[in-house]
Antibody, heavy 122, light 112 residues
Framework: QLHLQESGPGLVKPSGTLSLTCTVS??????????WSWIRQPPGKGLEWMGS???????YDNPFLRSRVTLSIDTSRNQFSLNLNSVSATDTAVYYC??????????????WGQGMLVTVSS | QSVLTQPPSVSGAPGQRVTISCTGI?????????VHWYQQLPGTAPKLLIY???NRPSGVPDRFSGSKSGTSASLAISGLQAEDEADYYC????????????FGGGTKLTVL
């Protein structure tokens, strides 16, 4: 059974960088059939796709966040990561790491991590 | 403001049928891209409910069904049960701005 788990600081200072890692277990991140993605949800609000990465390192990101988002992948550790710089209070959200069912942005997200609340505050 | 438009809330009595709409534009649903639906119970991660417009993952009851036509899609829930009370989100792909995954704003289903 595939399992995804987010980890990282739960509190980030304004103007700082939010860094999260997703550890995948129960399956290899190097299987070429999938995209590995980050989706966030501000408290009480809807879902926002942040970006997706392929095991070879190709990335696809939200055009509205593109200048602040960096995605990376470490196949040796079966992990992928998110960096979001210049954060403000509006970046406070639950961050989910997610598997997209095919290496195609048109496809569904079929496995989700439990989510991690990251608060931006001084 | 979400790219896909959903009603903020719907409600129904146990046993009834409700539908949730998801309205897009020519660069997403109208361009032929598929629609997927998620159910989010309070305090939990979203769960895939319908994929590629009208397909159910294993374990999802056949009370849940999806459809798509033109620039819109719909999720129907029949035989409403108390445990269906949740937030529901639609998702598609938008080809403008270089391409992105887009979500609806979510619909809160209340079982009366």
């Amino acid at each position: 059974q595939l399992h995804l788990q987010e980890s990282g600081p739960g509190l980030v200072k304004p103007s700082g960088t939010l860094s999260l890692t997703c550890t995948v277990s129960g399956g290899s991140i190097s299987m070429g059939a999938f995209y590995w993605s980050w989706i966030r949800q501000p408290p009480g609000k809807g879902l926002e796709w942040m970006g997706s990465i392929y095991y070879l390192g190709y990335t696809y990101d939200n055009p509205f966040l593109r200048s602040r988002v960096t995605l990376s992948i470490d196949t040796s550790r079966n992990q992928f990561s998110l960096n979001l710089n210049s954060v403000s209070a509006t970046d406070t959200a639950v961050y989910y790491c997610v598997r997209q069912a095919q290496s195609n942005l048109d496809y569904q997200f079929d496995h989700w991590g439990q989510g991690m609340l990251v608060t931006v505050s001084s | 403001q979400s790219v896909l438009t959903q009603p903020p809330s719907v409600s129904g009595a146990p046993g009834q049928r409700v539908t949730i709409s998801c309205t897009g534009i020519p660069s997403n649903i109208g361009a032929g891209y598929d629609v997927h639906w998620y159910q989010q119970l309070p305090g939990t991660a979203p769960k895939l409910l319908i994929y590629h417009n009208n397909n159910r993952p294993s374990g999802v009851p056949d009370r849940f069904s999806g459809s798509k036509s033109g620039t819109s899609a719909s999720l129907a829930i029949s035989g409403l049960q108390a445990e269906d009370e949740a937030d529901y989100y639609c998702q598609s792909y938008d080809s403008s701005l270089g391409g992105e995954v887009v979500f609806g704003g979510g619909t809160k289903l209340t079982v009366l």
